[in-house]
């Protein structure tokens, strides 16, 4: 047989042995003899959508594509406002069966024993309690250089300047965490110390030592975050990250 005569395998599959032509459906024993594992797999799927993306754009004239959709008025409209006065009636409804319980009047003279504010303000809160990380001098006689209350309005600053730059350092077109561990390790490491913080801010209401408290509030979001990105480094050669990431290339829309 000539080597330039395909194949039986040629004629089954594009030439790879492991994508079958498109009107053929592969069996199940034929489909359990090709898969190696999750990156084999990945393979064939994309490798096959590429194909059928790419027969279709050759046989189709439309330069866009058709949208279904309907129109503002009446459909969607009304709609949206069966909607909006469902969840408006169901909240005036509780507002009325359900009113708020009312404490006692607030006394300026005397100051409450625990003061905290509301829940989504806890990790700030926590911030203003960095009183141990504030350094003391020894060339201004053991005083500090800032106050307490400073300290931590600066530590606030930090904190959410931080969260401010990371999307200008951080440009990649990535679209999972699993295309870039480190980045998602930092969100998770964020994310983790958030809520660590706000449990720090409520120490007092915690059964922990104050001081464990405080050193597991800066050391369980950098063992979060080496965590995440250990699972996303060992995820990558299952995902495929080279295949996926030219995914989006191969297939945009005209």
């Known amino acids: 047989m000539s ?29 359990k003899e090709r ?11 994309f ?10 754009r050759q046989e189709s004239d439309y330069v866009e594509r058709d949208v279904l959709a309907f129109p503002t008025w009446p459909h969607e409209l009304v ?54 990380l504030n350094p003391e001098l020894a060339i201004l006689g053991g005083q500090k250089l800032l106050a307490d209350r400073t300290f931590g309005v600066l530590a606030n600053v930090v904190v959410v300047g931080f969260i401010a730059i990371v999307p200008f350092l951080n440009k990649g077109s990535a679209r999972r965490p699993v295309e870039q561990p480190f980045w998602a390790s930092v969100g998770v ?9 706000s449990a720090y801010s409520a120490k007092t ?35 495929m990250y080279d295949l996926n990431k030219r995914y989006y290339k191969l297939r945009p829309p005209k």
């Open 47 to 56: 490798e096959r959508s590429r194909r059928e993306d790419q027969d279709l």
């Open 35 to 45: 898969t190696t594992g999750l990156s084999r797999l990945t393979y064939e799927y």
């Open 205 to 239: 209401h915690l059964p922990l030592n104050p001081h464990l408290s405080f050193d597991l509030a800066f050391l369980i979001p950098p063992m979060a975050g080496a965590v995440a990105y250990a699972i996303l480094k060992a995820m990558r050669e299952g995902y």
């Open 189 to 197: 490491m964020g994310v983790v110390f958030a809520f660590t913080i």
């Open 79 to 132: 709609r949206n406002l069966a909607i909006t006065s469902f969840f408006v009636g169901m909240i005036l409804f509780l507002g009325a069966t359900l009113p708020p319980h009312l404490g006692q009047p607030a006394n300026p003279s005397t100051t409450p024993a625990v003061i905290l504010p509301d829940w989504y303000l806890y990790w700030s809160f926590g911030l203003l309690k960095l009183s141990a």
């Open 3 to 31: 080597d330039d005569q395909p194949t039986d395998e040629d004629a089954r599959t594009d030439g790879t042995g492991i994508v079958s032509p498109d009107d053929e459906t592969p069996t199940w024993r034929e489909r």
